[in-house]
Structures are given as C-alpha cells and as structure tokens.
C-alpha cells in the first residue's frame, strides 16, 4: 500500500513538474501568525547558514520506496529524531524566499509513520518571525514557502509525532 502510495505521488510531481502554480494549494495559503516584513529578516540573522546540513545521498530505508533505484541519491534534510525526511529536488539552492517566478518550493514529506494533518510551525532563526501552514493531507508533496530569507526551524507534528528540520531559504 505505502508503494502505491509513494509510486502516485512520484507520478503527480513528474506531472506537475516544477513550474509555478497559480491554483490554491494549502502550504501557499497566507502564513498565519507571519510577522510583517522587517530588516531583521536580511540582518546578520537570516544571513546564517542551518545547523542541519543538506545531505546528497541515499534516502534512509525507510523513505526509500517508489524510488529507482532506491538507493538512489537525492537532496533532502534528516528530522532532528529521525522521523520524517524532507526530499529537496535541487541540490544548492533549492528553497528560496519569494519563491521563483517559474518554481515553487516543492519539498516531499516522508515519514516513517504517515498521518494527516501535517502542521507546520516555522520560525526565522534569530528573529521573532514566524509562520504556520496546514497541510490538510499530510505528509507527501507540498508546497512550502516562507516570507523571508534565512535558516527556518520547522516543528512539523502530524498525529501521534513530531519533529523538527531546518531549511535554509535563499534569496528568490
């Protein structure tokens, strides 16, 4: 069941490739509880690199289906406790802040033990910026963007688990 599941969503991101989309889609919703724009957010703060290195390699095990081959290399950030993987399609700066005219930041959310909703709590490192965004559906692909430039904390919880990434969003 999880390989269909993953085989589908595989096929939907090839489909939807990486262009923008216009339609609504809940990670694109207003952030609520964002700060309004302030110079903290191009600050020495948001200048900061993740403590949380984006890795290039093999996905663990676990988040390993549906890709050929599976051991395959991909571009994704580990969760602190190891339950969720963020799969990233573009190795240097694929998260950027706005997002690009022709590219969302499209982010693929594995976890060892699937549920919905997905609740992201986003905070600006260094900074008292912050967004929430709902992901109705759960983990799976979405899109995630934040209103500004720098490294993000993201607490995701979704029934029963939690964790936390960071990502470090780049000027758009």
């Not at 390699?57 to 290399?73: C, K, N, T, V």
């Not at 339950?83 to 240097?92: E, K, M, Q, S, T």
Request: hydrophobic share 40%.
């Amino acid at each position: 069941m999880r390989f269909r599941y993953v085989l589908v969503v595989l096929a939907a991101l090839a489909a939807a490739g990486c262009t923008s989309s216009q339609g609504t889609s809940p990670a694109r919703s207003p952030a609520v509880g964002a700060n309004p724009p302030s110079t903290a957010s191009t600050g020495a703060a948001a200048e900061r690199s993740c403590s949380a290195a984006l890795t290039f390699g093999p996905l663990p095990a676990w988040a390993r289906s549906g890709f050929s081959p599976p051991d395959m290399a991909m571009p994704h950030v580990m969760g602190a406790q190891g339950n969720i993987v963020a799969i990233l399609w573009v190795r240097h700066d694929a998260l950027r802040a706005p997002p690009l005219a022709d590219r969302q930041n499209k982010i693929l959310w594995v976890t060892t033990n699937p549920g919905a909703p997905l609740t992201i709590r986003a905070a600006l490192q260094g900074t008292d910026r912050t967004a929430t965004i709902e992901l109705p559906n759960g983990t799976g692909p979405s899109y995630v963007n934040l209103p500004a430039v720098g490294c993000w904390t993201l607490d995701l919880s979704w029934p029963g688990h939690h964790d936390r990434v960071e990502l470090q969003y780049v000027a758009g």
